[in-house]
């Protein structure tokens, strides 16, 4: 069964600074999504980004990046230039490509930002 | 709606009682999932329906905890018998199922608190 690991609960980045989330998965297949979801305290879960296992390049979004190493199944997400509004619960996830299976969340990162 | 519907967003029972929450989700939407998340928690899979197959009910809780899907419409999920423990924000989520995305919608949740 696949899994989703996140080593960081809780991390802090001073504004206009740059932070990393770590993120790890563990899966036997080839082909999947991944993801980082941010709930801020409204609690309205949002997607920040989403990555296609079988593309070679690190998907970005504006401020935010991922470094996706298949490999080492490892999926860190990358805020630049931080502000206020990104800090919130950051919950990496898992998803078979095939539509017919459930997504699995990651405990999840709570992100201050320090003015 | 354009989004994924949850009501009631707050409900307040007493313990033993049956509540009922309901998910509207986003239109041609044909996976649809729900989570539980306690407080300061991730998010705990509970059921996921895709299409006309037969539901992934691997993630509820006990019996007491059980869910209905019309379709690919509204979803209702039931607790019987509520305990203290029940306590927390149920989160209904969407998506397309094959050749989409992959990328889940969620609604606002419902926040159960049971006194």
């Known amino acids: 069964a696949q899994t989703v690991t996140q080593s960081q609960p809780e991390m802090s980045v001073q504004e206009a600074e740059t932070v990393t989330l770590s993120c790890t998965y563990d899966?036997?297949?080839?082909?999947?999504?991944l993801f980082w979801y941010k709930q801020p305290p409204s609690r309205q879960m949002i997607l920040v980004i989403r990555q296609e296992a079988y593309k070679q390049q690190n998907a970005t979004e504006n401020r935010f990046s991922v470094n996706f190493q298949k490999a080492a199944k490892s999926f860190s997400l990358k805020i630049s230039d931080s502000q206020l509004g990104d800090a919130a619960m950051y919950f990496c996830?898992?998803?078979?490509?095939?539509?017919?299976?459930?997504?699995?969340f990651g405990p999840g990162t709570s992100l201050s930002v320090i003015p | 709606g354009a989004g994924v519907s949850q009501s009631p967003s707050n409900k307040v029972t007493e313990k033993g009682k049956d509540v009922e929450l309901r998910c509207d989700p986003i239109?041609?939407?044909?996976?649809l999932y729900w989570y539980r998340q306690r407080l300061g928690q991730g998010l705990e899979f509970l059921i996921y329906f895709q299409g006309n197959s037969a539901p992934d009910k691997s993630g509820l809780p006990s019996d007491r905890f059980s869910a209905e899907r019309t379709g690919e419409s509204v979803s209702t999920l039931t607790i019987q018998r509520t305990q203290q423990e029940d306590s927390a924000v149920y989160l209904c989520?969407?998506?397309f199922g094959l050749g989409g995305t992959g990328e889940l919608f969620f609604g606002e949740g419902s926040r159960l608190t049971v006194l």
């Open positions: 899966t036997s297949e080839s082909d999947y999504y």
């Open positions: 989520a969407s998506s």
């Open positions: 996830a898992y998803r078979s490509p095939f539509g017919g299976d459930k997504v699995i």
């Open positions: 239109s041609g939407h044909t996976a």
